[in-house]
């Protein structure tokens, strides 16, 4: 059951790296996020393929923070400068033809069809390395981070699993106000709470307006930049 795989490698990976940086409230929000997302996923039947996805998606933002948190803001501007080299190369490879081990089996499992193979990645680890070589304040770095991380999985997954209101470009009421209350959730344990939900507003705000840039690299940027200024 691959959704509960995921899930399972995910919570794994975010006990581990609490662990390391000590048990807070922001290990209880990003472990409950995870979990949420998880059993909310695999209690939802349709659209399976492309469940686990938005779980990764999730868990990388947060494991970006904490590799942060730990090892300091050069650790993460190093791995997501890796994230992104190692994401063209492999893309390059399976848009060839070249069997990589284990990356096409991902790509196969969850990637969308449409799309040239891990753009998401790309785009991911471009959003991530801009925000921390522009934004060099840890808390609008994490707010950029972790607005993109929050917003795209649970407005995403939430809005296609539950919405049933539709408000504007496909986007339902229901995922954009399950993106604004992750985002808040998250960002309020190491923001003021006014501050928290002045991120979360524009973040849902950029996520919605479909801008024609990719939202890995506008959601990051924007929201950096409010808590920035």
């Known amino acids: 059951m691959k959704i509960l795989a995921a899930g399972a490698f ?55 923070v904490y590799i942060i948190k730990i090892w300091g803001m050069g650790a993460g501007l190093f ?29 196969e499992k969850f990637e969308r069809r449409e799309i040239r193979p891990m753009t998401g990645v790309i785009y991911y680890a471009m959003g991530s390395l801009l925000t921390i070589l522009v934004f060099g304040n840890q ?6 981070i972790l607005a993109l991380a929050f917003l795209d999985s649970f407005a995403t997954g939430f809005g296609v699993m539950f919405g049933k209101v539709e408000f504007i470009k496909n986007r339902s009421v229901e995922g954009i106000l399950a993106g604004f209350v992750g985002c808040y959730l998250i960002c309020s344990t190491f923001l003021p709470a006014p501050s928290a ?8 705000a950029v996520d919605v307006a479909g801008l024609p840039v990719d939202d890995n690299l506008t959601i990051p940027l924007i929201t950096a930049a409010t808590v920035f200024v």
């Open 10 to 64: 995910c919570l794994a990976v975010v006990s581990l790296l609490g662990f390391m940086a000590g048990f807070d409230i922001f290990f209880v929000v990003s472990f409950f996020g995870v979990a949420v997302l998880t059993v909310a996923k695999i209690a939802h039947r349709e659209d399976y393929h492309t469940k686990g996805r938005q779980i990764l998606h999730l868990t990388a933002g947060i494991s970006l």
């Open 79 to 107: 791995v997501s400068g890796l994230a992104l080299i190692v994401a063209l190369l492999l893309s390059e490879a399976v848009a060839s033809g070249i069997r990589v081990p284990l990356v096409n089996e991902i790509v």
């Open 139 to 144: 808390n609008a770095v994490f707010a950029g």
């Open 197 to 204: 939900f002045t991120v979360a507003i524009v973040g849902s």
